[in-house]
């Protein structure tokens, strides 16, 4: 059973271009959440997603971060015009539907805004 | 609002001692507790993970305990080695949300 899958491990853009992150979450899990780590700071919670449905997206900027998990393929966490401000270290993890609270991280994507 | 602290922020040990590491949270009703190992630039690495209903938990040469009522947690790790350096998050998620509140972490540095 693979665990978390997220790509791509290390994103460069530069200010104003959109940045789109993927997860896979390990199989048989239908929970997905996002967190950022800040440069020298700890995760933050950003998103949890069901599939085809946002449950709490009370972490997330209100303005140019978007996420989804459809009922086909990965979550896409999208972040458009982005600014240096944005450049942190973005991670998903999943869990099963019996153990809400037992997540599971993937690596992480390394988001880097020139 | 749920907070977790960790201290220290960071540590620095000779290789060889024992060590605690330290995590204290706000909010007793947590669902369980988690305790996690981060290397720099990787991803996280679950280490152990304590239900509410339990005192402490233990894998290799590392034990975790839980006390809800004070509100803390520490991670023991015995006989440390260089592999042992890394950031250490301490995590909680709450029973009436999903998300989970993490500290910021303890920088350990094993030294040789």
């Known amino acids: 059973n693979a665990g978390v899958m997220q790509n791509p491990r290390h994103l460069v853009r530069r200010r104003g271009q959109e940045a789109r992150l993927r997860c896979s979450p390990m199989?048989?899990?239908?929970?997905v959440y996002w967190y950022r780590q800040l440069p020298e700071e700890g995760l933050k919670f950003m998103v949890y997603?069901?599939?085809?449905?946002?449950?709490?997206e009370s972490g997330m900027p209100k303005e140019r971060f978007s996420a989804e998990f459809p009922k086909e393929g990965p979550s896409i966490l999208r972040i458009q015009q982005v600014v240096r401000g944005d450049s942190a270290a973005y991670f998903c993890a999943s869990s099963p539907d019996l153990r809400r609270n037992e997540q599971f991280f993937g690596p992480g994507t390394r988001l880097t805004v020139l | 609002k749920q907070e977790v602290t960790q201290i220290p922020a960071a540590l620095s040990v000779p290789e060889g001692e024992n060590l605690v590491l330290n995590c204290s949270f706000t909010d007793s009703a947590i669902y369980n507790l988690q305790w996690f190992r981060q290397d720099p630039g990787k991803g996280l690495t679950s280490l152990l993970l304590?239900?509410?209903?339990?005192r402490e938990q233990t894998s290799g040469r590392l034990n975790a305990s839980l006390d809800k009522s004070s509100g803390r947690s520490t991670l023991y790790i015995a006989a440390s080695q260089p592999g042992d350096s890394a950031t250490y998050l301490c995590a909680v998620p709450m029973n009436r949300d999903d998300k989970i509140i993490f500290g910021k972490g303890t920088r350990l540095h094993i030294l040789p």
């Open positions: 304590i239900q509410s209903s339990q």
């Open positions: 199989k048989g899990h239908s929970h």
């Open positions: 997603l069901q599939k085809e449905n946002i449950i709490d």
